[in-house]
């Protein structure tokens, strides 16, 4: 899961729980030429358990990346809609994936009802 497996201009990163971690290293690292966009969706359940919610920031604020935190039970935010609602051109972007299997089975549901096909969703999969 690098920036060599992007192939359009935006990036819509997805993370859930811990899956974080290696979406936080290419929220920095993501090549931000003028005229593209860098969006990190983060799902987790409240403030409070969001992890390296300071670097974050700092790092949206710096690069001129969107950071949006998905809060609370719901898991409409991740269906087509959802994603939609929050990335109206999710279907010009190339999308990014790290998280607990429920999360990132659902999004891999709802990505491609989004107008994603699936060969722009690279995914790392982990359980614990």
Not at 16 to 32: N, Q
Not at 62 to 68: E, I, N, T
Not at 74 to 96: F, I, K, M, Q, S
Not at 112 to 122: Q, Y
Request: net charge positive; with cysteine; charged share 25%.
């Amino acid at each position: 899961m690098t920036a060599a497996r992007r192939t359009r201009r935006h990036v819509v990163l997805i993370a859930g729980g811990v899956g974080i971690t290696p979406m936080r290293a290419l929220f920095e690292t993501m090549p931000l030429a003028p005229g593209q966009e860098l969006t990190l969706l983060y799902r987790t359940r409240d403030l409070d358990q969001v992890l390296f919610r300071s670097e974050l920031e700092e790092i949206a604020e710096l690069k001129g990346a969107r950071l949006v935190y998905l809060l609370g039970p719901e898991r409409e935010c991740l269906t087509a809609n959802g994603l939609r609602r929050r990335v109206p051109d999710l279907r010009d972007c190339d999308v990014y994936l790290c998280g607990p299997p429920p999360m990132a089975a659902a999004t891999r549901d709802g990505v491609p009802g989004a107008g994603v096909p699936a060969r722009r969703l690279p995914d790392e999969r982990f359980v614990f």
